[in-house]
């Protein structure tokens, strides 16, 4: 696909199902388009749940523990690009949660905890800034992931 190389999104084929009692279910094209500043997300991932200060090794990273966090949309056009979705967040007690190392393709939810609107791209390698976060609404991302893998959907 062309110029697809630029998004920060992929797909995990498992060789065998994951019985769940629920499943995050994909947006709607653009539904991000219609969010505002403020909204609260909910940031789930694996990574570290934060750094010393000063420096050292990220604290807490286990692939056994869920973390989840909540976060407010900053913004969906932003400097970095139009494909992520900005938002506030910060660990090590500035008054925030975020997303830290190791939380990368995480799911960004609506509140229901249920739509997910996008993916853990990347933030500042010390988990005290905003989140950004790739578009899962987006038509192009949709049309591929429904393209390349709607029959597994």
Not at 44 to 54: C, H, I, L, N, T
Not at 96 to 119: H, I, K, R, Y
Not at 129 to 135: E, T
Not at 137 to 143: K, S
Request: proline residues 6%.
């Amino acid at each position: 696909m062309k110029n697809f190389d630029r998004y920060d999104v992929g797909i995990v084929v498992l060789d065998r199902p994951v019985e769940m009692d629920g499943y995050g279910q994909l947006p709607e094209a653009n539904l991000a388009d219609d969010l505002t500043a403020g909204q609260r997300l909910t940031a789930v991932g694996y990574g570290a749940s934060g750094f010393d200060v000063g420096g050292g090794p990220p604290q807490q990273i286990s692939p056994e523990v869920r973390f989840r966090a909540t976060v407010k949309l900053i913004n969906t056009k932003n400097v970095v690009s139009n494909m992520f979705l900005k938002t506030s967040g910060a660990s090590m007690g500035r008054g925030g949660e975020g997303t830290c190392s190791g939380d990368s393709g995480g799911p960004l939810f609506l509140p229901d905890q249920q739509t997910l609107v996008a993916v853990t791209a990347f933030g500042n390698g010390m988990c005290t800034g905003p989140g950004y976060y790739q578009r899962v609404d987006l038509p192009l991302v949709l049309d591929w992931i429904y393209g390349e893998f709607g029959e597994l959907l």
